[in-house]
Each structure stands twice: as C-alpha cells, then as structure tokens.
C-alpha cells in the first residue's frame, strides 16, 4: 500500500496487541528475524488485520486487501512443489521510522531496502513468495497518527513467470489460465 494513513492510535491499539501476538507466535521477537515458513491462511489473516489499522477515509490510495490475498494464493499455487502451494516465506523488520511523505511531496513507497531484505528475498523466495512485514513506529512527527502498524510488502519468487494479474476479476477458475507456449 502507498499513501494510506492510520486509523487512531486509540482505535488501533487492540488490533495492533492481537496482531503483535500473532507475527510474534509466527516469526519470534527479534528485531530482525530470519525468514520463516507460513500458511497461506496465516498470511491471509496477517493481511486482514494489517488492513484494519489503515483508515479507509484517509490517504490517496486504497489499500485492496482482497487482492493482495488473491496474489499471494496464486502466486503459491504456482509452486513447482506441489506439497508446497500453500505457504509462504514470512520475514518481519520491526522499529522503522519511515515518514508518510518525503520532502518532494511524494508519499513515500518503499520500507524495504534492496540491499538488505531485498537481499535477503532474492535468496529467500525462489519458488514461494514473500510477505514482508515492516513494523513501523508510526509516530506523528513522521505524517503518522502516532500508532505503531506493520506494512506489507509482497516480495515474488525469482522463478515466477511474468503474469497479468486483475484485481476486479469476480471469480478465478484455474482452468480459465491458458498455459504459456512452452508448457
């Protein structure tokens, strides 16, 4: 998501403590974790609370949860391992202090770095995906609503081939899917 702002640092508290809980029993405590393996459906919830702490009457942009969960289960269907379609790498960064929008006016897209959790999704997510969870501090002298909040980030594997990919499709059927030439 880009351009979102927080809901209340009093209306997010108790998502925020539920969702503190659930990344804590997924991935640990540390600051920097490494990278875990989760369930799709884990990931889905992750996904649902994320998208309750971003109020929906603020910011620029919508942030289309439905979408993003119908990505991260395709993307895990596309899985050369069969055994492996329904889960995915997870990988949390906590105590970031990203700012809403930069000095240029733009709002600011990217709590990632390439070097470091980019880095680390190269050689990470070969075949699943990634879901990066960016812990930020939220704090008001930053754009924010001073409540903490995680910000995702979908990270595709290096095997994945390039696809279209439609968030206002109603329905998806596999057997809708027409296979590339060379399979």
């Keep these: 998501p880009v351009g979102f702002q927080t809901l209340s640092k009093t209306r997010c508290a108790p998502i925020l403590k539920k969702l503190d809980a659930v990344v804590d029993g997924l991935a640990g405590t540390a600051a920097d974790s490494k990278p875990v393996l989760i369930s799709v459906g884990d990931a889905e919830a992750l996904i649902d609370m994320i998208g309750s ?16 969960k119908a990505s991260i289960r395709y993307i895990c269907r596309q899985c050369p391992t069969e055994a492996r379609r329904e889960e995915l790498h997870l990988l949390v960064r906590r105590d970031r202090e990203s700012v809403r929008v930069r000095d240029s006016g733009r709002f600011f897209d990217a709590p990632d770095t390439s070097h470091i959790e980019g880095a680390i999704a190269v050689k990470t997510a070969t075949d699943l995906p990634m879901l990066m969870l960016f812990r930020q501090n939220g704090d008001e002298g930053k754009g924010w609503r001073g409540s903490p909040f995680y910000w995702p980030v979908v990270y595709m594997p290096q095997s994945m081939r390039t696809v279209v990919f439609a968030n206002d499709v109603n329905e998806f059927d596999e057997d809708d899917v027409i296979p590339a030439d060379d399979e």
């Design 53 to 68: 702490l971003f109020d929906p009457e603020e910011g620029e942009y919508e942030f289309n949860v439905e979408a993003v």
